[in-house]
């Protein structure tokens, strides 16, 4: 009995030592099929709104020079409280003013062969005004200069809500996109699957009116400003998917 125990467990330890040497061999795996790449076409469309402009956005200033700082100030801030009232009583809101400037510096005098003869106190206030009714403008810039303001700068014009005239611009850039890609499609005999990206881009260029107001120059008649047009360009790029 003992002699076929042992027997036994002979062969078993040696179908252990032949299974630890014998071959790894590698499970069969199912490799997956290539996906066909994406064929696309890419296009660009375009689209122009023209807008009038409701809104004027002014820089109004005082500069005022004085040997004495402290009467350069004081004759710069009653020149400075002259202008803002002057567009108050034009009906210009009070939060449509804002300061966007103050400053004091000193200044060499010199004579006419260039030596230094003093020294001047420049003293500069300079408010930003947003005007919201633009039959005014004119009006506006001549009660400033003849309330004391002798340095206005360049006259930027702009539109209030500009939400309807983007959403129709956009969907005509994108009208005209899909012309594009439908007659490339055409002649190249492929079809349009469906849209794989698409990104826009607007420029909102801003009618500028050059102008500086020198020391001295007063109104009679009111300044002509024309605001003229606002255009607003959508440009987007539409990926489309073909076969």
């Known amino acids: 009995?003992?002699?076929?125990?042992?027997?036994?467990?002979?062969?078993?330890?040696?179908?252990?030592?032949?299974?630890?040497?014998?071959?790894?061999?590698?499970?069969?795996?199912?490799?997956?099929?290539?996906?066909?790449?994406?064929?696309?076409?890419?296009?660009?469309?375009?689209?122009?709104?023209?807008l009038t402009p409701d809104i004027a956005h002014i820089s109004i200033g005082v500069h005022s020079e004085n040997a004495d700082s402290k009467e350069a100030v004081s004759a710069n801030n009653s020149e400075s409280q002259k202008v803002v009232d002057a567009l108050k009583s034009l009906g210009v809101d009070p939060k449509d003013i804002l300061t966007t400037n103050f400053s004091i510096s000193p200044q060499d005098v010199t004579g006419p062969d260039g030596q230094k003869t003093g020294t001047n106190f420049v003293v500069d206030n300079t408010v930003y005004v947003t005007l919201r009714d633009l039959t005014k403008i004119g009006?506006?810039?001549?009660?400033?200069?003849?309330?004391?303001?002798?340095?206005?700068?360049?006259?930027?014009?702009?539109?209030?809500?500009?939400?309807a005239a983007l959403s129709d611009a956009r969907k005509a850039a994108v009208d005209n996109a899909h012309t594009q890609a439908e007659e490339l499609a055409q002649a190249a005999g492929v079809t349009l699957v469906g849209v794989q990206s698409i990104s826009y881009y607007n420029s909102t260029p801003v009618p500028m009116a050059d102008m500086k107001v020198a020391t001295g120059i007063g109104g009679g008649s009111s300044v002509p400003i024309a605001p003229g047009q606002l255009s607003i360009t959508v440009d987007v790029s539409i990926v489309y998917?073909?076969?």
Do not use: H, W
């Open 241 to 243: 998917e073909i076969r």
């Open 1 to 50: 009995m003992r002699t076929k125990t042992i027997f036994i467990s002979v062969l078993l330890l040696m179908a252990v030592i032949l299974g630890a040497c014998a071959p790894n061999v590698p499970a069969q795996t199912t490799q997956p099929a290539p996906v066909p790449a994406t064929r696309t076409i890419s296009v660009n469309g375009s689209a122009v709104a023209s």
């Open 139 to 163: 009006d506006l810039l001549n009660a400033a200069v003849a309330a004391g303001a002798n340095s206005i700068y360049g006259i930027s014009f702009d539109v209030a809500d500009k939400t």
